[in-house]
């Protein structure tokens, strides 16, 4: 059975064990994050999974917000968003095409 997975996770490179942790135990398909905390020239990587993210920095230059979606589909279909919101959608195929989008 597929299955996905919600996390505000407050700092995504600071979560990153607990992250592998939880894939191992429950082999979500996708994993929607919330409050990642990543600038655009951050790196993350999780093996087997393609990261698609919008990133959020303050007028500082600080991180805060931002969202991501870990999908463990090798190309999954990334859907173009029109909107001011912190968002990502992508389209993946379970027994039927799901969309699924995380915003802040």
Avoid: W
Avoid at 9 to 25: A, P
Avoid at 34 to 45: N, R
Avoid at 94 to 101: A, P, Q, R, W
Wanted: some cysteine; aromatic content about 6%; glycine content about 4%.
């Amino acid at each position: 059975m597929a299955c996905v997975v919600s996390c505000n996770c407050r700092g995504f490179r600071s979560k990153v064990c607990h992250i592998k942790d939880l894939i191992y135990e429950v082999h979500p398909v996708c994993i929607a994050f919330q409050e990642t905390y990543l600038k655009p020239a951050d790196i993350a990587k999780i093996k087997r999974y393609s990261l698609l993210r919008k990133d959020n920095e303050n007028e500082s230059g600080r991180a805060s917000g931002g969202v991501a979606l870990l999908v463990s589909h090798d190309t999954p279909s990334v859907i173009t968003l029109q909107t001011n919101l912190q968002a990502v959608a992508v389209r993946v195929m379970f027994s039927n095409l799901v969309t699924i989008c995380t915003l802040y």
